[in-house]
Nanobody, 126 residues
Framework: QVQLVESGGGLVQAGGSLRLSCAAS????????MGWFRQAPGKEREFVAA????????EYADSVKGRFTISRDNAKNTVYLQMNSLKPEDTAVYYC???????????????????WGQGTQVTVSS
């Protein structure tokens, strides 16, 4: 079965950086677009960033553009989210997700992602 395991979350001061990783197994990783979503307490899960299966195309939420960078290493079956200049409003559980279809275009739509990790907590203190 498909497994996505996130790591790298933690507590950081505002202005600091964190790098999240997501290790995938049980699917042909290099064929699937990948995404990061986040969910803060009492809020809906929202799109953060996504990357195409080849890594040639990326999408970002306006709230993180210029601060976060998504990347992937298909040889390691891993997708990353580098988060810089973190703000208290970035505090959330961050989820890694894989697009439900192979070789699909990069997407921001939560419903397009059929496989999800368990999430990793990111807390940014002011």
């Amino acid at each position: 079965q498909v497994q996505l395991v996130e790591s790298g979350g933690g507590l950081v001061q505002a202005g600091g950086s964190l790098r999240l990783s997501c290790a995938a197994s049980g699917l042909t990783f290099s064929a699937h677009a990948m995404g990061w979503f986040r969910q803060a307490p009492g809020k809906e899960r929202e799109f953060v960033a996504a990357i195409s299966w080849s890594g040639s195309s990326t999408e970002y939420a306006d709230s993180v553009k210029g601060r976060f960078t998504i990347s992937r290493d298909n040889a390691k079956n891993t997708v990353y989210l580098q988060m810089n200049s973190l703000k208290p409003e970035d505090t959330a559980v961050y989820y890694c997700a894989a697009h439900v279809r192979a070789f699909a275009r990069v997407s921001r739509t939560r419903a397009d992602f059929g496989f999800w990790g368990q999430g990793t907590q990111v807390t940014v203190s002011s």
